[in-house]
């Protein structure tokens, strides 16, 4: 890991340091994620576990599939399963997962790419790695991301965007020892490959970075967005030490509170397997509007949460013969 690397760092756009006045976001809370396992069996971290849904909004769910070596056979997936009033983004750091939905639409990604499924009104979809990967395992390392879409937008038709880890935007820190993927939103200088209306629903900026070793990284981030910081490997610290900086560590959450600029910074010292400290940033504009939540429909009332659930039964999402009429594990 990572997927998308540069060998020098000093050839890309530097980010621009806060400015006087700017204000680092403090820390509120870190979380440990849980252990879990999901679809047929691959092992996940439930990243947001413990936090408060008001402090994620407009994020509802976050996992880390993997890192996981198959053996030959192992590689799972999931099931036939529906969703409606929601975006899930799918970010492969490491292996290979192919999608496949109601409305006709499939793809593959691997290795930094992005797939941005809006799930809108309702499809059945299902995520597998490929039969290749089945029979001859391999690593798998990614991460699916839940947004939310606002009540106008619930009802959308369903879509996806395929990203491929060439169309990131890429950065450096103000001392090169940072490697900044953008792969959703804005940042000063550089743009994401999704980015303004049109391509997402709710404004939102996704970053994936990379501190060397003793490495600090300052990141102007949007102060109408909220910010959340995963860390995926390493050990470090989130936070200026003006601002309650704290320590973090793989599969820790820290929720940050307002500010202009995000404070991160990498040990001196990390572990011969993950010699760098690696973080997923997100942010959105919350969207601030009920939130009614069951399996994999998300809606803003409890009513329609179950129409949801009856659409699906009449195959009103799509129909796909093994799961038509069964709920099955959902």
Same mark, same amino acid.
């Given at each position: 890991m990572p997927a998308i690397t540069v060998d020098d760092t000093t050839t890309l756009a530097r980010l621009r340091t806060p400015g006087l006045g700017d204000q680092p976001r403090p820390v509120r809370q870190v979380t440990t994620a849980p252990r879990g396992f999901e679809g047929e069996g691959f092992p996940v971290h439930r990243a947001f576990a413990g936090a408060d849904l008001r402090d994620l909004d407009p994020f509802l769910h976050l996992d880390q599939m993997g890192e996981v070596?198959? $053996?030959p056979g192992e590689p799972k997936g999931t099931a036939w399963h529906p969703h409606r009033g929601f975006e899930t983004v799918t970010y492969m750091i490491d292996g290979v997962m192919d999608h496949q939905d109601s409305t006709g639409g499939g793809g593959s990604i691997t290795d930094g790419d992005t797939q941005w499924m809006t799930a809108g009104s309702g499809l059945l979809h299902k995520e597998a790695?490929?039969?290749?990967? +089945? !029979?001859?395992g391999g690593l798998f390392h990614g991460l699916q991301l839940w947004v939310n879409l606002p009540r106008d937008a619930k009802w959308s038709q369903p879509r996806y965007q395929d990203i491929r880890g060439s169309e990131i935007g890429l950065a450096t820190s103000d001392d090169g020892g940072a490697l900044v993927r953008l792969v959703a939103g804005e940042l000063p200088g550089t743009a994401g490959p999704v980015t303004g209306p049109g391509s997402t629903y709710t404004p939102m900026t996704m970053v994936h970075a990379t501190l060397a070793p003793g490495a600090r990284l300052e990141l102007p981030w949007p102060v109408e967005f909220n910010a959340l910081a995963y860390v995926l490997s390493g050990r *470090?610290? +989130? *936070? $200026?030490e003006s601002a309650g900086r704290a320590a973090v560590g793989a599969g820790q959450l820290a929720v940050l509170g307002a500010g202009d600029y995000l404070a991160l910074a990498a040990d001196d010292t990390q572990d011969t397997r993950t010699p760098a400290l690696d973080v997923v940033l997100l942010g959105g504009r919350p969207i601030r509007e009920a939130v009614a939540w069951a399996g994999p429909f998300v809606m803003n009332t409890k009513a329609e949460v179950m129409d949801a659930y009856e659409d699906f039964r009449r195959g009103r999402m799509g129909v796909?013969? !093994?799961?038509?009429g069964d709920l099955g594990n959902l």
């Open positions: 070596e198959y $053996a790695p490929p039969e290749w990967l +089945v !029979t001859k *470090g610290s +989130v *936070g $200026a796909h013969p !093994t799961i038509h």
